[in-house]
């Protein structure tokens, strides 16, 4: 049974990448996901998601501060329309990975591909091939995912919870903050 259960983890490892458990002080209090320069989403533009229907970089001319932290917009009517109704806008899970969240972990995320719009709220995962698991099992991922947030949050604040960073699997080509790729 031992061996059972070591070729499991072994092989949780091998499918999510490293299961290294990751000091997240680079991540001050884990209110939202944000860079160690206190950027909520690697600087990208939550409202963008809903009126675009793709990511876009903020600027630092269009800026506001919520949750402790400094989020970016593309526009002052992007700016305008979070800072009406922030909730609406924001990334749930704190902006962590959605996938990661339901499994009872914290993980990076991947704001350029990663991302999708369920139930009129934006939720981030890993990877464009995680967000494309997540969403085989969309209705039942989600629900665990939402009675899980309360306990990694939790995790995340006192340590006791695992998380990923992009940076523990470098053959991914991660780098945060992320840049949209010119166009």
Known sequence: MKH???GAVCALAMAFGSTTVQAADDYTDHVVNSTSRGLAM???DPVAYFVEGKPAKGNQAF???HKGRTWLFASTKNRNTFLAAPDSYAPQNNGWCAWAVAHGY???VDFIDGWFIAEDKLYVTWSADVKERFLKDKDALLAQSQANW???HAGLQDG???FVAHSQRPNLGFIHPQQLPES
């Open 4 to 6: 059972l259960i070591l």
């Open 42 to 44: 690697d600087g990208f």
């Open 63 to 65: 800026r506001a501060d």
């Open 106 to 108: 914290a993980a990076e």
């Open 150 to 152: 309360d306990n990694v």
């Open 160 to 162: 006791s919870v695992k």
